[in-house]
Structures are given as C-alpha cells and as structure tokens.
C-alpha cells in the first residue's frame, strides 16, 4: 500500500474516484468484521443444534 500526498489525496476526492475516507474505511471495515462474526456464530449455532432445538454437547 503506497501512502498518497494530500494533495493528491484532496484531488481523488474532488474527483470522486476515492469514495471512503480513511475514517469511514475503519468503519466499514469494523462493520464487516461484526457481519463475519454474526456469520459464523450463527453456522456454529445451526451445526451444533439438533432438530428438536436442544444442544448437541460432545464428550471425548
């Protein structure tokens, strides 16, 4: 990743070919962090459950 001047940086913004700025790109990415995080929590939910609703515990 190449860090641009700012002033380049204020003419890709004018331009509006750079939509995100830095901070709303942190926020995004959070966001998508939390989605990834609801994804697989409900997959682990629906594997590990069985039909009738209760919980299917392992044992070794």
Do not use: F
Request: hydrophobic residues 40%; proline residues 2%.
């Amino acid at each position: 990743m190449t860090s641009k001047s700012s002033a380049e940086t204020t003419r890709l913004l004018t331009n509006g070919t750079m939509p995100l700025l830095d901070h709303q790109t942190m926020v995004w990415g959070n966001s998508d962090l939390i989605k990834q995080l609801l994804i697989i929590l409900t997959e682990n939910a629906i594997r590990y459950t069985l039909n009738e609703g209760s919980v299917l515990i392992r044992t070794r």
